[in-house]
């Protein structure tokens, strides 16, 4: 467990996948596929420790540029992993959410992902929130957010009319935001919601992550003054 403040809203980019899997003479599929266990790990851990959303980015709208057949393995990880979550999401006591732009995605997809936040309405407020970030790219979500307001302006456009637009619509900005994998980079992930948000980057590969890690982040956090622009 961890000393001090748990954060409310915990992000994660999970990078490392790839590497992960080509330093063991694997597929690339098998980091994702180990990726995503760890996933699971992490939300429960998240879940037990009190943190109240946990936000994790799984397919970027720039992750199209790569091969089909590494595309098509995220996408069946996800569509087993929403089959599962309908399945035990009252067990397991955690609210699951979907960003990103999933207006193209394919109907059956789209139809668990209704069926999900459907569940995730039924829950009382306070339950630990897990979003997952799906063909989600900053820019885009803002671009959309514009796009929303032009169709149907709000009484008085400021910063929190504005956020309403965005996917992230009722859900606090991140306190800390983890990046696994070694790079120093937002790659497009949650850029209107980071303004004052505590990074924490790490060269352990996010099929290496764990709770330890998770927990050694929030101790790091914990040693951070965070001054919102005041003294
Ligand atoms: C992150 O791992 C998962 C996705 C971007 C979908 P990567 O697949 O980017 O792994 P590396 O960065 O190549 O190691
Ligand atoms: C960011 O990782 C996206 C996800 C983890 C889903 P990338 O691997 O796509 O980022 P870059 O290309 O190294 O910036
Ligand atoms: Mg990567």
């Known amino acids: 467990m961890t000393n001090g403040s748990v954060p409310c809203h915990i992000a994660v980019i999970m990078d490392g996948n790839g590497r992960w899997a080509k330093k063991r003479f694997l597929p690339r599929k098998a980091g ?11 939300a429960c851990y998240c879940r037990d420790i009190g943190v109240q959303y946990l936000t994790v980015y799984a ?24 089959d599962e979550v309908q399945a035990t999401m009252l067990n397991d006591n955690v609210a699951v959410r979907f960003l990103g732009n ?7 997809m789209q139809r668990k992902i209704d069926n999900v936040h459907k569940l995730s309405d039924g829950y009382p407020s306070g339950v ?6 799906v063909n989600y790219g900053g820019r885009d979500e803002i671009v959309r957010a514009a796009e929303s307001i032009l169709k149907n302006p709000p009484e008085i456009l400021d910063e929190n009319s504005f956020a309403q637009r ?7 900005c991140p306190d800390l935001l983890i990046r696994p ?7 497009n992930f949650l850029l209107w919601q980071i303004a004052y948000t505590e990074f924490y980057f790490t060269k352990i590969l996010w099929p290496d992550f764990s709770e330890k890690e998770l927990a050694k982040a929030i101790a790091e956090y914990n ?4 001054r919102f622009g005041g003294v």
């Open 32 to 42: 994702h596929s180990a990726g995503s266990e760890v996933f699971r790990r992490i």
């Open 128 to 133: 630990c929130q897990v979003n997952i970030c």
């Open 59 to 82: 397919f970027s709208t720039e992750n199209w540029k790569r091969p089909q057949d590494e595309i098509d393995e995220i996408f069946s990880l996800l569509d087993k992993y929403l």
């Open 181 to 187: 994998g070694g790079d120093f980079r937002i790659s």
């Open 223 to 226: 040693k951070r003054k965070r």
């Open 166 to 172: 965005l996917d992230t619509k009722g859900i606090p």
């Open 102 to 108: 999933l207006s193209h995605f394919p109907s059956g």
